[in-house]
């Protein structure tokens, strides 16, 4: 039975008179916008999750002064390439 046919039966009771309730219809409104509402809870969880175990693995890496600039490299970057690097700081 869906949400028409059943406005449709409550509307005559036994004595003639409109039955106002619109409980499922509501109630169906009610279900969609809770679920909604926890779908967008849990994309909200997910993208705080995922920014918090992107910093926590860049933060566990070694990092020191580049040479010659004035910025910070991954000090395991420049030790597996120095020559590459200062190749390319020429460039």
Do not use: H, Q, W
Not at 24 to 33: D, F, K, R, V, Y
Not at 43 to 57: K, T
Not at 76 to 89: I, M, T, V
């Amino acid at each position: 039975m869906g949400c028409k046919e059943s406005t449709e039966r409550r509307r005559n009771n036994a004595d003639g008179t409109e039955n106002g309730d619109l409980e499922c219809c509501t109630g169906s409104t009610e279900m969609a916008t809770g679920l909604a509402v926890a779908a967008g809870a849990v994309i909200l969880v997910c993208c705080v999750a995922g920014l918090l175990s992107g910093s926590e693995a860049s933060s566990s890496r070694k990092t020191m002064k580049a040479p010659g600039r004035n910025y910070r490299i991954f000090r395991d970057d420049f030790e597996d390439d120095p020559a590459g690097y200062f190749r390319r700081l020429r460039e």
